[in-house]
């Protein structure tokens, strides 16, 4: 447990809570409210980078999941789906914003008729690899307070936990 000194929210929370209920072990808020509190705060600051591009969420994970499928950047509604881990409606919401801005295109399958391909245009392209290294130096700023062993140490540990969590 932190020194005194370095008590935080949450350190300050859990102390409450073995005030207030000694009956409860409360132990596991020092990880989940960490982990809440650090979604939010990224979060922010994530969306600020996708805002640059007139990019949400969701429209930055479409392009991004287009551009590293490879050439030609072309993915079925489905793979997107299960790529971006939305709903297929989720998907054409996106992919309809996306396909409006002139950044992805939509196609007939040519084995399927009823489905469709979506394509990243010229100008969806060099957009998400704007994009992309302005995201990517953001999130190498974002961790830049952890030494490289710590940082593996974490992604194994969130890995772990992850592993634990039900689908």
């Known amino acids: 447990?932190?020194?005194?000194?370095?008590?935080?929210?949450?350190?300050?929370?859990?102390?409450?809570?073995?005030?207030?209920?000694?009956?409860?072990?409360?132990?596991?808020?020092?990880?989940?409210?960490?982990?809440?509190?650090?979604?939010?705060?990224?979060e922010e600051r994530l969306l600020r980078v996708f805002g640059r591009y007139d990019l949400g969420r969701g429209e930055f994970d479409v392009l991004a999941t287009l551009r590293r499928a490879g050439a030609p950047f072309e993915l079925s509604a489905g793979e997107l789906g299960e790529s971006t881990m939305v709903t297929s409606g989720a998907v054409s919401k996106r992919v309809d914003r996306l396909e409006r801005a002139g950044l992805v295109t939509r196609r007939a399958a040519e084995s399927d008729g009823r489905g469709r391909l979506i394509s990243l245009t010229e100008r969806g392209r060099a957009l998400i690899d704007e994009a992309l290294a302005e995201h990517t130096r953001n999130e190498t700023q974002l961790v830049s307070g952890l030494t490289t062993a710590e940082r593996d140490t974490l992604v194994d540990l969130l890995r772990k936990l992850g592993s634990t969590l039900p689908d």
């Open 1 to 42: 447990m932190a020194a005194p000194t370095d008590l935080d929210g949450v350190d300050r929370i859990v102390a409450q809570w073995h005030r207030e209920r000694p009956d409860l072990d409360p132990s596991a808020m020092h990880v989940i409210g960490r982990i809440s509190r650090l979604h939010w705060a990224l």
